[in-house]
């Protein structure tokens, strides 16, 4: 069993910036993708980013690319997801996520473990 916690949401405005942070505990041992997907009021679930065990590959949503970046110690067990140039529709909950494996997933059925989400909210 993996533990996943999320930290680092909060309010911005548009154009700010944040750092999102997860810290995971309990069976870290072995190769596991992590990842970060979010939802907002009334819509579903959305991929955002994903990162490989040894940060090497990365993924990004269209939406995302170019704004954001994701990165992970593998020592520390975390990963992090930098949120750069923000815009109001980036307003949502975020989740921490990671997956037993080495394949980067966008689709959050794929992903086994999941964080309790942070709000993020970005005002015009």
């Known amino acids: 069993q993996v533990h996943l916690v999320e930290s680092g949401g909060g309010l911005v405005q548009t154009g700010g910036s944040l750092r999102l942070s997860c810290a995971a505990s309990g069976r870290t041992s072995g190769s596991y993708v992590m990842g970060w997907f979010r939802q907002s009021q009334g819509k579903e679930r959305e991929f955002v980013a994903a990162?490989?065990?040894?940060?090497?590959?990365?993924l990004y949503a269209d939406s995302v690319k170019g704004r954001f970046t994701i990165s992970r110690d593998g020592a520390k067990n975390t990963q992090s997801l930098q949120m750069n140039s923000l815009k109001p529709e980036d307003t949502a909950a975020y989740y921490c996520a990671a997956r037993v494996g080495t394949l980067l997933k966008r689709t959050g059925d794929q992903y086994d473990y999941w964080g309790q989400g942070t709000q993020v909210t970005v005002s015009s």
């Open positions: 990162i490989s065990g040894s940060g090497g590959s990365v």
